[in-house]
């Protein structure tokens, strides 16, 4: 699986937008980028995913980059629930196993009331 | 969507025993997974739950330690055999299906201390 980096942690206001990055620089053509969730003591849960564009979901935006090397979470107003883990991960759905998620360290989101 | 119901939620053993933990799903599913994720940390895949066949470890992990059964689409269990403290962790169980990139779905876990 290619890897990701993504910050160790960040910190937010409630009620402001938060912006998660994510590098994956040696990412490959058929690889989905996808993020996932743990808020504390859950199991992880699904944000969103994508391939090239930008995608909108209920939950947040995904900002692909145009060489698609990186990628931005965005919580367009985090919310006290919103304080998690946030793990980025990339997927091959060609490759045998692609159901498979492997976690990298993700970024813990704190956000401030 | 699938939801996913763990038992115990949380369990303290005494070293050297085994415990056993079940997954069952409200819906059929074809893959099942089961993760480890030790305090502080990310979670590891231990292996994939495959049905009427041998479970697919890991790298660092074998079946001796951690057998795995899947009897049908809905339902798996974990074991974690001859229990030692280093062995205390939170085990997840996730499912999903395949297709192209569908979301994956996680229990709450398992919180196991070993004493």
Known sequence: DAKTTQPNSMESNEEEPVHLPCNHSTISGTDYIHWYRQLPSQGPEYVIHGLTSNVNNRMASLAIAEDRKSSTLILHRATLRDAAVYYCILRDPRMGGSEKLVFGKGTKLTVNP | ?115
Request: aromatic share 8%; with cysteine; hydrophobic share 35%.
């Open chain 2, 1 to 115: 969507s699938a939801v996913i119901s763990q038992k115990p939620s949380r369990d303290i053993c005494q070293r050297g025993t085994s415990l056993t933990i079940q997954c069952q799903v409200d819906s059929q599913v074809t893959m099942m997974f089961w993760y480890r994720q030790q305090p502080g940390q990310s979670l590891t895949l231990i292996a994939t739950a495959n049905q009427g066949s041998e479970a697919t470890y890991e790298s660092g992990f074998v079946i001796d330690k951690f057998p795995i059964s899947r009897p049908n689409l809905t339902f798996s269990t974990l074991t974690v055999s001859n229990m030692s403290p280093e062995d205390s962790s939170i085990y997840l169980c996730s499912v999903g299906k395949t297709g192209l990139n569908t979301e994956a779905f996680f229990g709450q876990g398992t919180r196991l201390t070993v004493v």
